[in-house]
């Protein structure tokens, strides 16, 4: 008996779809909340093949299946029964039709839907703490930075770094749960790739600390707020144990399946699909130091238009060194006036669907992921709205570009690093305050219009 048939036995011996409440599994059991205890046949169920026994325990009839077996068979019997154990992302994958860009951004993008009111909060918690710590906000008040107690800074730090430090492991959760493997394995997974043994991307490219090197060329850093190579490893990862669960003898499941998968999947994160990102971040560094040399705002148009893509491929960070290496030299910060565009640029089109939109679902997404993405918080206005619906993430681009040309025209020069959008004025309290502003308008303008003529039809869904 294969378990498909097995799970509709089980389904038809407890009395069908209408006597079932619901269902999860443990190590070894399928556990059945039923509502009619009187219609499940005990002594038909226990003699099925494969069936080592059953119980009634708090309400729930427990069907003895061991280690292994219980996975499999939970996954034929949720769909019997009406529900999903995963959001079937295998039908957009290729084997079963073939594979297109809209398809595989919508999947990226299905993944980073049940993350993004964490980072929607972390938004928030960033704009406000950049407001309420800046000297420029508490000289109003008549205090200076060193009256803000050390406490509250801590709690501050808690309240907006908990997010990004630690979404790898959200993200490789989410895939986890999207592509069919075990969840709390990819959680797992991805709060190794965050370990804090590992020296964190930020700190590397800020020059602050040194990769750690392993067989004496693999330079290996943490992936602390990284996205893509945590959506990658975490793809991988959970192919490998799906293939583990066929291969694997049920009665070494438990103990073989979770092991030899995180060991795979660390091996993969850290030594195949971290080293090849490090490399390309050193090429991108190199670009965008050409570009900023470039004459007439081509160097901030190209940047502003496609910046944005770092942070979706997660190799952003090395910027940070450009940004401290230009304040060490000159006092000013070239590159941020320029990259602030493409954030606001986000916030306007994600504005447009939102007011646009004639789905109340659409709103309840677009509205916070706009405020976010102008508080300098883009993920969930990119892996929300603008990349899963296509076109209005190009409009967000070439609104970008626009506000990043007239940063160069207007030479804009951040006096700091690590604000942008409205947290981002209190970098340009050096005379060019009205500028920034009318940039940024621009770019949001600009946006918004194209993604309002253009990007986006009220009907849209995600």
Known sequence: MDNKTLAREILDNVGGIKNIKSAQHCATRLRIITKNQELVDVKAIENLD???GSFYNSGQYQIILGTGLVDKVYEEFMPLIGQETTAKVEDELPGSEKI???????????????????????????????????EAILSVLGLTPGDVPVQLIQFTQILTDTAFAFLPALVAWST????????????????????SILPSAYAVGAGEAEPLIFFGFI??????????????????????????????????????????????????????????FHEV?????????????LPFG????????????????????????LEINMLAKDGWNLLNPVGTCGNVAQAGAVLAIAVKTASNKMKQIAYPSALSAALGITEPAVFGVTLRLGKPFIMSMIGGGVGGFFASIFQLRAT????????GTLL???????????????????????????????????
């Open 50 to 52: 494969k069936v080592k």
């Open 100 to 134: 297109t860009f809209r398809r595989a951004i919508r999947i990226f993008g299905d993944v980073f839907v049940p993350i993004i009111p964490v980072l929607v909060a972390t938004g928030l918690f960033m704009g406000l703490r950049g407001l309420l710590t800046q």
């Open 176 to 195: 986890f749960k999207i592509f069919g493997g075990t969840p709390i394995i990819g959680l797992v997974l991805g709060l190794m790739l965050v370990h």
């Open 219 to 276: 330079k290996v850093v943490g992936y602390q707020a990284s996205v893509l190579p945590a959506f990658m490893t975490a793809i991988a990862t959970a192919t490998i144990e799906k293939w583990f669960k066929k291969v694997i003898p049920d009665s070494l499941d438990l103990i073989l399946r979770p092991f030899l998968t995180l060991l795979c999947g660390l091996i993969l994160g850290l030594f195949i699909i971290g080293p090849v």
């Open 281 to 293: 971040e050193n090429y991108v560094l190199a670009a965008v130091k050409f570009l900023l040399t």
């Open 298 to 321: 081509l160097g901030g148009l190209i940047y502003g238009s496609f910046g944005q893509l770092l942070g979706i491929i997660g190799i952003h960070h090395i910027l940070s060194l």
């Open 416 to 423: 700091g690093l690590g604000l942008t959008g409205i947290p």
């Open 428 to 462: 340009y309290l050096n005379g060019q305050l009205p500028l920034y502003i009318l940039t940024n308008l621009i770019a949001f303008a600009t946006a918004f219009a194209l993604t309002w003529v253009f990007g986006y039809k009220k009907d849209d869904t995600l």
